[in-house]
Each structure stands twice: as C-alpha cells, then as structure tokens.
C-alpha cells in the first residue's frame, strides 16, 4: 500500500547535501559541461538505455548546487529540474547504483512532486557518474510510471553505459586541457621568439661595423620569419597532419606581409589533398622563408619592382614539386652571395630534412628554384 502524503508537503523529503559538496560541485564545474547543447553520442546512450530497460523516461543528469540539469533525456521533455524535486540528488549520497521498485513506498520520494503529480514517476534506478576519484556528479537513470524491477542485464547495462558516459567525459575533459597547454606553449614560444626578435634589433643598431650589423639583421629577420611560421602551422590546428596547399597559402599571406610595396608573390597549387607532418611543414614553410628573403635581398636588391611565383605539383612518379621564380636581377646578382650563401645552406638542410632534393637554375631572367619531395596523399 502506497504512503499517503500531501504534496505541498514536498520540501520534506528534500536530499540532504553530499558531504562533500564544494568538492563535488567544483569538479562538476571542471568538466565543463553544464549548460551545453544537446550532444548526438549523449542522446544515443538515453535512447539505447530506455529501450533495454523497456521504460519512457531515462536520463544523463548531473546535481549542480541549486538545480538538477540534463545532458541528455528521454521522455521528460526539459533541460532541468530545481534540487528539491531532484530524485537523483538522494542517489549520489549512496554507493554506484540505487533502484527504487516504488517510489510512493519510499521514505525519501514519496512526497516529491514528480512521483506524487504529474509526471507521476513510480519506478527509478539509476548509476553514479563518479570521477576517478570516487566524487559523484549526477547518474545515468530510467525511470517508470509504474513500479517495477529491473533484470540483471537490464542493471548491469545502466551500469556500464554510465561508465562509458564517464570515460566520455574525461576524453572530452583531456582534449580541453591538452588545447589550454597547447595555447599556453604556442603564447609562451611567441613571446621568447619576440624577445630575441628585440634585442637583435636593439643590438644591430648599436653596431659600427656593417657586415655585422647585416648579419643581426639576417637573424632577426629569420626569427621573424619563424615566429610567422610557428603563427601559420598553429592556426592550421590539424593535429598529426596537414594539408600542403592550405599551409602553403597561409605561409604566402604571411610573406606577403613582409615584402616591399613593388614586390609581389602569386601561388598556385595543383595538389589539395597532399599531406605532411607538422615537422615537415615547418620545414618546407622555412625553404619558402628563405627563397622568398634571398629574393628580397639579393633578387631585388637595387630596389626594383618585382615578382615571385610559387608552384606545387606532382609529377608523374608520384613527387611533389614545389617550383619557386622570381624575376629579379638572376645571373647579374653576386654569384657568392646568392648561389653559395647562408640562405642556401639552409635550404639544402630542411631539403633533406624533407627526404627531398633541391636545385637551383640562375639565368639572366631570374632566378629559379625546384624542390622534389613526397607527401602523402
């Protein structure tokens, strides 16, 4: 026989606080999942439970400090509940898993409103979504408008479905930290890059002596460059690889940024779905550096207008070729400095960094550089 009580009568059954409840609700806090849209993958595990379980209400909910709000449910049609109508906030004070065959015989429910009125819930049974640390933030529960009893397959898939809720959510938890260290990292590396940036160029203008004072300012500018770079390949946020055409196109903005007001530089790419490696990305981003920088510097160097292309195909075994002109002053340039200089070591170094091979055509036209490397596609 069911208890008779009084629903204005209610607030006496109200759960008591967890014990730890600053804790709790502070490390429901951290997951970041409060007040979040709907989610397909939550909403998949409420239908596939409710189904088992053969019951019109389930539910991914978790007890905030004041409230009752779900992630994901099913036949209750709202997002949240005050905490003094909260049937799941009486289940985190007890161990993993708490079934009520009747909640109108129930010391602690059978005055709630939702059990007593509308929507007249009878049956609950529900699993704790507990951290790792044994703190319990809400549960995965079914709920009936008839009493009842779940079988033991029928417990035993509540259970493992919020276990996979949990591991849901600390995937989802990881990622945000493993972006906010990433995002403190790229801040930390643009700073120190910006700092020796700096003081090259407070130290080149100290300088007497010219060729030095060149030298600081071929580094600084190379740091610069860099410091771009690193900009380019943290904005293309693809994780293991990326795109080479995409990448290409952000390098270019970046250089484009840097050139005199007569120069410019075009790029043209023939192979979208080419990948590399982030390390190989860099790489060929500082090949793009360096030709472009030796263009402005030795290419241009009497101040004219000019133009630098840039071109990446593929070539019938399967290379990538990445062709790079200019029309500058070419053959008429000083051969020492613009075929044999520092720039070019370094373009032979991420060469083969790239498992690729360069080489170099000078002509009274300009100057033409060619780079056969493989990616995947």
């Known amino acids: 026989m069911a208890k008779v009580i009084d629903p204005a009568a209610a607030k006496g059954y109200v759960a008591a606080p967890h014990p730890s409840n600053d804790q709790r609700v ?31 209400f389930a539910v991914i909910n978790f007890i905030d400090e004041d409230r009752q709000w779900f992630k994901a449910e099913v036949g209750l049609g709202t997002r949240e509940l005050p905490l003094d109508e909260s049937i799941c906030a009486h289940a985190i004070l007890l161990d993993d898993f708490m079934e009520i065959e009747d909640t109108l015989n129930d010391d602690r429910l059978c005055g709630n409103p939702l059990c007593v009125s509308g929507p007249n819930l009878r049956f609950y049974a529900g699993a704790l979504l507990k951290t790792a640390e044994g703190m319990p933030l809400g549960t995965l529960c079914v709920l009936d408008q008839k009493p009842r009893v779940l079988t033991d397959l029928q417990r035993d898939a509540v259970k493992v479905m919020a276990a996979q809720v949990m591991r849901q959510m600390e ?3 990881a990622l945000r930290r493993e972006e906010l260290l990433r995002l403190e990292v790229d801040h930390r590396v643009k700073n120190s890059l910006q700092s020796v940036s700096a003081m090259a160029r407070i130290q080149s203008r100290m300088l007497t002596d010219e060729a030095a004072r060149d030298a600081l300012q071929l580094m600084q500018q190379r740091v610069e460059i860099i410091a771009a770079l690193h900009t380019a390949l943290y904005k293309t946020n693809a994780g293991e690889r990326i795109n080479i055409s995409a990448y290409l196109a952000s390098v270019a903005d970046l250089i484009r940024g840097t050139l005199h007001p007569n120069q410019e530089l075009a790029l043209s790419t023939g192979c979208n779905k080419a990948t590399i490696t982030s390390q190989e990305a860099g790489a060929l981003g500082l090949i793009v550096a360096e030709l472009t920088a030796n263009s402005q510097k030795h290419g241009f160097a009497d101040g004219r207008a000019g133009k630098m292309t840039l071109d990446l195909s593929t070539a019938e075994d399967g290379e990538l070729v990445l062709t790079y002109t200019d029309d500058g002053l070419g053959s ?40 056969r490397f493989r990616a995947v596609v």
């Open 26 to 56: 502070a490390a429901l806090h951290s997951y970041g999942i409060l007040d979040t849209p709907r989610d397909a993958e939550y909403d998949a595990v409420v239908e596939l439970i409710a189904r088992i379980c053969d019951v019109p």
């Open 171 to 173: 995937l989802a938890l």
């Open 332 to 371: 008429a340039a000083p051969k020492s400095e613009s075929s044999t200089g520092m720039g070019m070591s370094v373009i032979d170094m991420l060469s083969e960094q790239l498992g690729g091979v360069f080489s170099a055509d000078i002509t009274e036209a300009g100057y033409q550089g060619t780079l």
